[in-house]
C-alpha cells in the first residue's frame, strides 16, 4: 500500500496547523512545521562545529545543508539574499525528510517543492475571515488593535512568500489536490483529508 | 443525523459530473444535473398548458416558476434578457430540489444560490489540463481540431456564467467548502467528497 506525504498550506487563522497535526497522529506518521523545518535548517547550516565535523564537501544525505555548500559555491551565501539561501536549505530539509517516508509538513511551500513526487497530496486549509479572526483572538491569543487587518497581513506574507518561490499561485483551487474549509468544523476537515489520504494511498487514485 | 445537499461546480473534462452521480449513489440520495435542471425550468416555465392548469398566481412550491410568474411581473419577461429569466426560474427549480432533501446538484451555480443554507457542502473539481483534454477526446468523443483551446473556451463559459450572476469567483478555493483534483482518480475523489459530506452530517462540522 503506497502511503502519502501529505503538504498543508492554509491561511493564517483557519486551524491548518492543528488539522495537519491531527491528520498525522491518525494517519500514524510524523508531523513537520515550519517552525521544525526552519529550525533543522539554521542548526544544520550555520552551526561551525558541525560544519567542522561534517566536512564542507560531505555528500551524505542526512547533511543536506553541507552538500549545498559543498557544491563549491563560493563563499557561505554565494552572493545571494539570507532568505534565498534559507530557502535553499529548507528545500533540501523539505526533501530530505520526505525521502524518509509518509509524514505531514505543513508551510515552507512543501507542496511546490515536493511537486514531482507522486507521493504527493498538496492540501491547502482555508475559512471565512471572522472565523479566523475569532480563531487568532481566542485561540492564538493574539492582541492586535485591528486584528482583522493582522491577519489579512500574515496571509499576505504567506502568498507573497509562496508566489515568490512557486510558480503557482497561492490560494488557487488549480495548485492543490484538496482544498478544505475548516468552516466544516476542524474534526470534518481531519476526516476529509484522511480520506483522501487513505484512497490515494489505497491505489484507488489515479 | 443532518444529511447534506452537495453543490459539484466543475472544470470541462474534470470528470466532475461522473463523480457528483457516484457520490449521489453512494450516499443514496438523488442526483440532479444542469440539462436536468434547465429541462424542468423550460418545461415548467415555458409550458402553456401546465400554466393554465396552475394558474398565473399559484403560490404553491412545486410551481416556482408561477410563483415568480404571478409576483406580478408584468409580462411574461418582465423586462429581462431570456437568460435572467430562465437563471430565476432555475434558481426557484434549485431551491425547490433542496427543499426536498438531501442531494447532489451539479452545475448552474447551485452552489450560490444555496449559499445560506446551513446543508449545504459546496464541492469544486478540477484536472489538469492534459487530462481534462485527453477526457473529452476519449469519454466525451469530443472532436474539434484543437481540443485544448476547446476545453478551455468551456471553462470561460461556465467561468463567465458564474461570474455574472455569483458574487464570488469560479474556481478560487476560497468560494468553496471543498476543491479536489480528479487527478488523485475519480475513485478517490469520490471518497473524498463522501467522506466530507458523512462528516459534515454526523455532526463533527462547526
Given amino acids: 500500500m503506497k502511503k502519502s506525504i501529505i503538504t498543508v498550506s492554509r491561511e493564517f487563522g483557519s486551524g491548518g496547523r ?12 510524523p508531523y513537520y512545521d515550519k517552525e521544525l523545518v526552519k529550525q533543522v535548517a ?3 547550516g550555520f552551526d561551525p562545529k558541525y560544519i ?3 566536512g564542507e564537501f560531505s555528500p551524505g544525505k542526512t547533511h543536506f545543508a553541507f552538500s549545498f555548500l559543498g557544491r563549491g559555491v563560493p563563499g557561505v551565501m554565494g552572493g545571494m539574499t539570507a532568505a534565498d539561501f534559507l530557502w535553499t536549505i529548507q528545500h533540501n530539509v523539505i526533501r530530505d ?3 524518509k517516508g509518509p509524514c505531514v509538513i505543513v508551510g515552507r511551500c512543501a507542496d511546490y517543492i515536493l511537486r514531482d ?3 504527493r497530496l498538496s492540501v491547502f486549509v482555508h475559512a471565512p475571515l471572522d472565523e479566523r479572526v475569532r480563531r487568532a483572538r481566542e485561540e492564538y491569543g493574539v492582541q492586535e488593535p485591528n486584528l482583522e487587518s493582522f491577519v489579512l497581513r500574515q496571509d499576505k506574507a504567506r502568498a507573497s512568500y509562496y508566489n515568490y518561490f512557486a510558480t503557482g499561485k497561492w490560494g488557487q ?4 489536490d484538496l482544498c478544505v474549509s475548516s468552516h466544516m468544523g476542524i474534526a470534518a476537515a481531519v476526516a476529509t483529508i484522511k480520506a483522501a489520504a487513505l484512497a490515494v494511498a489505497g491505489g484507488t487514485g489515479a
Same sequence: chains 1, 2.
Avoid at 483551487?173 to 492543490?176: A, D, L, V, W
Wanted: without cysteine.
Fill in 173 to 176: 483551487s488549480r495548485e492543490y
Fill in 117 to 119: 513526487d507522486p507521493r
Fill in 42 to 44: 539554521l542548526e544544520s
Fill in 18 to 29: 492543528t488539522i495537519g497535526k491531527t491528520v498525522a497522529q491518525r494517519l500514524g506518521i
Fill in 97 to 99: 525528510l520526505a525521502d
Fill in 52 to 54: 567542522e565535523e561534517q
